[in-house]
T-cell receptor
Framework: GNSVTQMEGPVTLSEEAFLTINCTYT??????LFWYVQYPGEGLQLLLK?????DKGSNKGFEATYRKETTSFHLEKGSVQVSDSAVYFC?????????????FGTGTRLKVLA | DADVTQTPRNRITKTGKRIMLECSQT?????MYWYRQDPGLGLRLIYY???????NKGEISDGYSVSRQAQAKFSLSLESAIPNQTALYFC????????????FGPGTRLTVL
């Protein structure tokens, strides 16, 4: 079945450090891939997405590339800020196979220190 | 105004009580979802609905029921709350289409004593 595996957190970085949060997936079809972010006390909101192999999603300085050969969608940011402290969720939606729901990873908590 | 609202935002109740969590949306989406979030487990799907007459169980529906009163309203009920239903509950909506994302409400923190 479909699944999403994220690196465990928490991840603690100093401001301006480089960020990578790993995400790998298994899917039977051709999923769309998403990164969501959850700030303290809030619901999840879409950060970026990619809908086919080799697509790069980007937003707010974050990037992730859909790598079909390695079934990965790692999240990166070149220089994190304190305001990036949040929980990040990788997710897939296997729409080609006709499935109707998202599958979320367990989330990775990021803490950025000033 | 928020596109997806949830009430209440926080609730403390006792074992055996009936609880209803409500979700309303102004996005005009036909698809609505209920999730619970637990530390280390991410989000798990409880129920989802594609329209007023279409209700489906998710991966952890036992102990829960839902009602889709209108396109814009989707309620989650715990008929007899138990302590392991203590969690953060999220409602989400999505437009039909291959690549559309989900839009989440702010969550309801439920504590069952």
């Amino acid at each position: 079945g479909n699944s999403v595996t994220q690196m465990e957190g928490p991840v603690t970085l100093s401001e301006e450090a480089f960020l990578t949060i790993n995400c790998t997936y298994t899917a039977t079809g051709y999923p769309s891939l998403f990164w969501y972010v959850q700030y303290p006390g809030e619901g999840l909101q879409l950060l970026l997405k990619a809908t086919k192999a080799d697509d790069k999603g980007s937003n707010k300085g974050f990037e992730a590339t859909y790598r079909k050969e390695t079934t990965s969608f790692h999240l990166e940011k070149g220089s994190v800020q304190v305001s990036d402290s949040a929980v990040y969720f990788c997710a897939l939606s296997d729409l080609r196979a006709g499935t109707y729901k998202y599958i979320f990873g367990t989330g990775t908590r990021l803490k950025v220190l000033a | 105004d928020a596109d997806v609202t949830q009430t209440p935002r926080n609730r403390i109740t006792k074992t055996g009580k009936r609880i209803m969590l409500e979700c309303s949306q102004t996005k005009g989406h036909d698809r609505m979802y209920w999730y619970r979030q637990d530390p280390g487990l991410g989000l798990r799907l409880i129920y989802y609905s594609f329209d007023v007459k279409d209700i489906n169980k998710g991966e952890i529906s036992d102990g829960y029921s839902v009602s889709r009163q209108a396109q814009a309203k989707f309620s989650l009920s715990l008929e007899s709350a138990i302590p392991n239903q203590t969690a953060l509950y999220f409602c989400a909506t999505r437009a039909p289409g291959k690549y559309n994302e989900q839009f989440f409400g702010p969550g309801t923190r439920l504590t069952v004593l």
